[in-house]
């Protein structure tokens, strides 16, 4: 499924010297990881290469933000969805609810996510996308942002089958090499709890 994007966007990222790899997507519905979230750039340049692909997905940003009014607002503009921190397995159910309603009307609906959580290193990856793509039944994109090849896009889709152990190491296969712009805050990928 290819998406009409925006070439502003794209001309962009280009002139900044961002290669963007995308092919398309394998449905309307899914879960896009990016990896790996060391740098305050990393939104910028992801906000960039989702315009520049034309893809309307939405992401989880922690609640308190959208408190601030003309801040609230632009994240909700952007696809912003307010996320209670203080319960985030609630949220996960409620998003692949969202997800099946959306597959039975054929609606587009992705959701982008960093499972890091933080730009701080920590011992490993959230794990709310895991949770709504495997309840869901949706496609996982693999995103990335490479700054020492100066790339970012989606390196391919996974169907997750449960097995964790099995799914993170073949999620970590694909991601593997990939570097933030600080290497050394990159979680290991693996996932907590």
């Known amino acids: 499924m290819?998406?009409?994007g925006r070439r502003w966007s794209?001309?962009?990222?280009?002139?900044?010297?961002?290669?963007?790899?995308?092919?398309?997507?394998?449905?309307?519905?899914?879960?896009?990881?990016f990896?790996?979230?060391?740098?305050?750039?990393?939104?910028?340049?992801?906000?960039?290469?989702?315009?520049?692909?034309?893809?309307?997905?939405?992401f989880w940003v922690k609640s308190s933000l959208f408190g601030l009014p003309l801040f609230g607002r632009?994240?909700?503009?952007?696809?912003?969805?307010?996320?209670?921190?203080?319960?985030?397995?609630?949220?996960?159910?409620?998003?692949?609810?969202?997800?099946?309603?959306?597959?039975?009307q054929d609606d587009f609906l992705w959701l982008a996510l960093s499972p890091e959580g933080t730009r701080r290193r920590?011992?490993?990856w959230r794990s709310g996308f895991y949770q709504v793509?495997?309840?869901?039944?949706?496609?996982?994109?693999?995103?990335?942002?490479?700054?020492a090849a100066r790339r970012l896009g989606v390196l391919g889709y996974l169907r997750l089958s449960g097995d964790r152990a099995a799914d993170m190491?073949?999620?970590?296969?694909?991601?593997?090499?990939?570097?933030?712009?600080h290497p050394e805050a990159a979680a290991p990928v693996k996932l907590l709890g």
């Open 2 to 4: 290819q998406l009409a």
């Open 10 to 33: 794209a001309a962009l990222l280009r002139a900044l010297g961002w290669q963007l790899q995308f092919d398309g997507l394998p449905a309307r519905q899914g879960v896009l990881i």
């Open 35 to 58: 990896y790996p979230h060391t740098s305050n750039w990393d939104f910028p340049l992801t906000m960039l290469a989702k315009s520049a692909i034309g893809m309307p997905a939405h």
């Open 74 to 104: 632009w994240l909700r503009w952007l696809g912003g969805l307010p996320v209670e921190r203080s319960a985030p397995q609630g949220a996960a159910r409620a998003m692949a609810d969202r997800f099946v309603r959306a597959r039975a």
């Open 122 to 124: 920590g011992e490993g």
């Open 133 to 147: 793509a495997l309840a869901a039944d949706v496609p996982l994109a693999l995103g990335y942002i490479d700054y």
């Open 169 to 181: 190491a073949a999620i970590a296969a694909r991601l593997a090499g990939v570097r933030g712009l």
